[in-house]
C-alpha cells in the first residue's frame, strides 16, 4: 500500500510518502529540490552511477515512521547535498530545510 501526506517543516508543507512492502517499509520525504530517504536509499549508487544527474539526497537509517525520519540524524548524502550544505548527522527537518 502506498500512503502519501502533507509534512510540514517550518512554514513549508513537503510531500512524505510510505510505501509499504512486504517485510519493509520504504518512506521519503521530498522537497522540489530534492528528499530524504530510509536506509533503502543507495547514496554511493547515486554518487558513482547517477552523478551526472546531480541528485540531491539525504539517507536516515533505522526509520521506520514519517515522524522518525523527520528527527533522525543523516547516516550519508549525496555529493551535490553536501555542496548545498547537507551534511552527516544533521537531521532530516535541518537537511530539508537546506533543500527548499
Known amino acids: 500500500m502506498v ?6 517543516v517550518g512554514e513549508h508543507v513537503l510531500v512524505g510518502v510510505e510505501v509499504k512492502l512486504p517485510k519493509t517499509t520504504l518512506l521519503t ?7 530524504i530517504m530510509c536506509g533503502a536509499l543507495d547514496v554511493g549508487l547515486l554518487n558513482e552511477k547517477l552523478g551526472d544527474r546531480k541528485i540531491i539526497a539525504a539517507r536516515a537509517v533505522g526509520v521506520r515512521t514519517l515522524e522518525q525520519l523527520l528527527h ?19 537531521t532530516g527537518v535541518e537537511a530539508l530545510l537546506k533543500m527548499i
Open 29 to 35: 520525504i521530498n522537497t522540489s529540490k530534492g528528499y
Open 3 to 8: 500512503t502519501m501526506e502533507p509534512i510540514v
Open 72 to 90: 533522525a540524524p543523516m547516516e550519508s548524502v549525496t555529493t551535490e547535498a553536501e555542496a548545498m550544505g547537507i551534511t552527516v548527522g544533521m
